[in-house]
């Protein structure tokens, strides 16, 4: 199965940086694509942005230009730069994985979630 740990979150001033990390172990299946999420309290979870197995990208619109997916070499490891953070990027965020279970369907796995906190 796919395991996915997030590491990278803390507190920040806004207009600060954060890079997040989500690390993929466990998989022998295709993996269609990675997104990171994120869910304010008192919001649902959202899309941050995501990242295709072949490279291209999408990003939620208030966050592009801000926010950056990225993945090594090897794929085993996904990034998400965040620049400029603002006090209302304040969520946790969370590392998602679209595994291609079966011919016709897939699957999301999840990581455990990383707290990221803009102070203003």
């Known amino acids: 199965q796919v395991q996915l740990v997030e590491s990278g979150g803390g507190l920040v001033q806004a207009g600060g940086s954060l890079r997040l990390s989500c690390a993929v172990s466990g998989s022998s299946v295709p993996i269609n694509a990675m997104g990171w999420y994120r869910q304010a309290p008192g919001n649902q979870r959202e899309l941050v942005a995501l990242i295709t197995s072949g490279g291209s990208t999408n990003y939620a619109d208030s966050l592009k230009g801000r926010f950056t997916i990225s993945r090594d070499g090897a794929r085993n490891t996904v990034y998400l730069q965040m620049n400029s953070l603002e006090p209302e990027d304040t969520a946790v965020y969370y590392c998602?994985?679209?595994?291609?279970?079966?011919?016709?369907?897939?699957?999301?796995?999840w990581g455990q979630g990383t707290q990221v906190t803009v102070s203003s």
């Open positions: 998602n994985a679209e595994v291609q279970i079966t011919v016709w369907g897939v699957s999301h796995y």
